[in-house]
């Protein structure tokens, strides 16, 4: 098992392959194979902070590829306990145009076939899982990124698809009419990993387009999704920095609670 070297977690995503410069790598074996990445581990705005890309930082994990098992748990064996979710979305609604920084409240899942539980033998574990995300992370988030001169959108349902295709019109139709507003391909299972750990989770989304329902056109494609977000990669991770910075330390949320009571057939790291 790996030393205590971080508290904080930040898991990149697409266009957001790497944070630091000065930080050290760390490789982690998990019981679910290897992260997507080595760690990446330092001390940031004076916090120890462990960083992971998603994808890869050669983006060679689709969505539904991702071994979203080994993230959490090689970052939670480092000794992180609250994770920063920055991730690339599409807007189910005009109010939220391209370059808006959502922290939503809700996801909604529609992906299919991927693994998203730890506790699939020995014991049958229920997490709670009514509001996905933390309070505490969330709120700072919001309040951060308002004193960083964004004007962040608090709160709002990110539905979460199975990828890697992009919606049709009709889906993002659909989607839109449900209420949903933000959609994306990462944010399940990633979330409830991080409960079923209990871990805190806070989602960073910047809207990179208008997914496909919404205006006439060809419909978002990647070549959008990554200009858009290398247009706005600075900003989010001087953003990041900040939120780093301003978490507070003690966890009183109930997010460290979630397995309270729970007698649980595996040993957490
Ligand atoms: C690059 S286009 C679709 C891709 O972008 C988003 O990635 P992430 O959530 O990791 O920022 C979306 O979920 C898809 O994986
Ligand atoms: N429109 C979209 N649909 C799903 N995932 C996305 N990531 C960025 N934009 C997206």
Redesign the pocket.
Known sequence: MATTTAEIGVI?????YSFLDDLDEVTVETPYGPPSDPIAVGTVAGRRVAFVP??GRD?RY??HK?PYRANLWALRSLGVRQVIA????GSLTPAHGIGTLAVPDQLVDRTYGRIQTYYDEGAAIHVSFADPYCPTGRRTAVATAREAGWDPVDGGTLV?IE??R?STRAESQWYAAQGWTLV????HPEAVLARELALCYTPMC?V?DLDAGIEEGEG?T?EE??RV?AQNVDRLRTLVVRLIETLPADRSCPCPRTLDGMKLPIELP
């Open positions: 990149g995503g697409s266009g957001f998603r994808h983006h689709p969505p991702i920055p991730s690339a979305v979460v990828g890697p992009f994306g391909m990462t944010g910047l990179t978002v990647m999704v990554f977000f």
